[in-house]
T-cell receptor
Framework: KAGVTQTPRYLIKTRGQQVTLSCSPI?????VSWYQQTPGQGLQFLFE???????NKGNFPGRFSGRQFSNSRSEMNVSTLELGDSALYLC????????????FGPGTRLTVL | QKEVEQNSGPLSVPEGAIASLNCTYS??????FFWYRQYSGKSPELIMS????GDKEDGRFTAQLNKASQYVSLLIRDSQPSDSATYLC???????????FGTGTLLAVQP
């Protein structure tokens, strides 16, 4: 079974731009969560989607948004990029049998210049 | 106070020794706990989950949970250089149902 996939793997943007990241969960997984990982703050929860609905949200500004499609694929969007948004963005999916067990994708490395 | 705290390390152990990684959490409502391993430049991978007080063993790994002390640990027996990585402790918030990660402990196993 294929793992979680994320595209693109690397991205360079400038301040003020917006970016969209994509995540395809493991087949059969309906829950998708997004995390931001930085050296200083570690892994921080952004949001979780289940069956196209945002089920949970972390403490990030409204510039960070996401959505989930009927095939469970998810996207996250960051608008008006700031230098501090440079990070590794990780997507994780969970199986129906164990919704608190997360399987992570390889991540998207975002650099904001 | 961070919700999940870990010593950042590095924790250096010789090959073949037992590595002991520790984690404390602040949310008394947390019921589910996880250990992830993250190699440099890679994404986290789940090693173990633990839900009940006591020990849970899986191969060379043993997770220990003490809810009264709000303490979780991971023991790695017969440590190998390939175990060198950052180990992340995570707790599922009782009320929030959010997975909260510690900042990780860097383990270095010396050959």
């Amino acid at each position: 079974k294929a793992g979680v996939t994320q595209t693109p793997r690397y991205l360079i943007k400038t301040r003020g731009q917006q970016v969209t990241l994509s995540c395809s969960p493991i087949s059969g997984h309906r829950s998708v969560s997004w995390y931001q990982q930085t050296p200083g703050q570690g892994l921080q929860f952004l949001f979780e989607y289940f069956s196209e609905t945002q089920r949970n949200k972390g403490n990030f500004p409204g510039r960070f948004s996401g959505r989930q499609f009927s095939n469970s694929r998810s996207e996250m969007n960051v608008s008006t990029l700031e230098l501090g948004d440079s990070a590794l963005y990780l997507c994780a999916s969970s199986p129906p049998s164990s919704t608190d067990t997360q399987y992570f994708g390889p991540g998207t490395r975002l650099t904001v210049l | 106070q961070k919700e999940v705290e870990q010593n950042s390390g590095p924790l250096s152990v010789p090959e073949g020794a037992i590595a002991s990684l520790n984690c404390t959490y602040s949310d008394r409502g947390s019921q589910s706990f996880f250990w992830y391993r993250q190699y440099s430049g890679k994404s986290p991978e789940l090693i173990m989950s633990i839900y009940s007080n006591g020990d849970k063993e899986d191969g060379r790994f043993t997770a220990q949970l003490n809810k009264a002390s709000q303490y979780v640990s991971l023991l790695i027996r017969d440590s190998q250089p390939s175990d060198s990585a950052t180990y992340l402790c995570a707790a599922l918030g009782g009320a929030t149902n959010k997975l909260i990660f510690g900042t990780g402990t860097l383990l270095a196993v010396q050959p």
